[in-house]
């Protein structure tokens, strides 16, 4: 599968943004996705999470309440993210994952198999 994230760009404090992930197969039907985030000099962070079958989602602690994760369809999901902070600027990946995974592993980026190249998302004070 190949997943092409898109929606990334530079805006204010307070706003906010809607990012998507579009796959080429119908991931989102059968596959646990999420979104993790890397800040320059960081290492790539879990965000949110989405399982198939029950649509149980997960988030970071810095992220819930003002980010929601959801999907469309089969083919793609999307990442909306309100009041939006400095902190939150990063390159966003999406990913998914055919297995059946634990609360604890949907945030291990080493359990996802498949990866976009990332959008941009800047957040200026």
């Known amino acids: 599968a190949q997943l092409a994230e898109s929606g990334g760009r530079l805006v204010q404090a307070g706003g906010s943004l809607r990012l998507s992930c579009t796959a080429s197969e119908r991931i989102f039907r059968t596959y646990n996705t999420a979104w993790f985030r890397q800040r320059p000099g960081k290492e790539r962070e879990f965000v949110a999470a989405?399982?198939?079958?029950?649509?149980?989602t997960y988030y970071a602690d810095s992220v819930r309440g003002r980010f929601t994760i959801s999907k469309a369809g089969d083919n793609a999901g999307y990442l909306q993210m309100n009041s939006l902070k400095p902190e939150d600027t990063a390159r966003y990946y999406c990913?998914?994952?055919?297995?059946?995974?634990?609360?604890?592993?949907?945030?291990?980026?080493?359990?996802?198999?498949?990866w976009g190249q990332g959008t941009q998302v800047t957040v200026s004070s």
């Open positions: 990913a998914a994952t055919p297995d059946h995974l634990t609360v604890n592993q949907r945030m291990e980026t080493e359990r996802y198999d498949y």
């Open positions: 989405l399982s198939f079958g029950a649509g149980t």
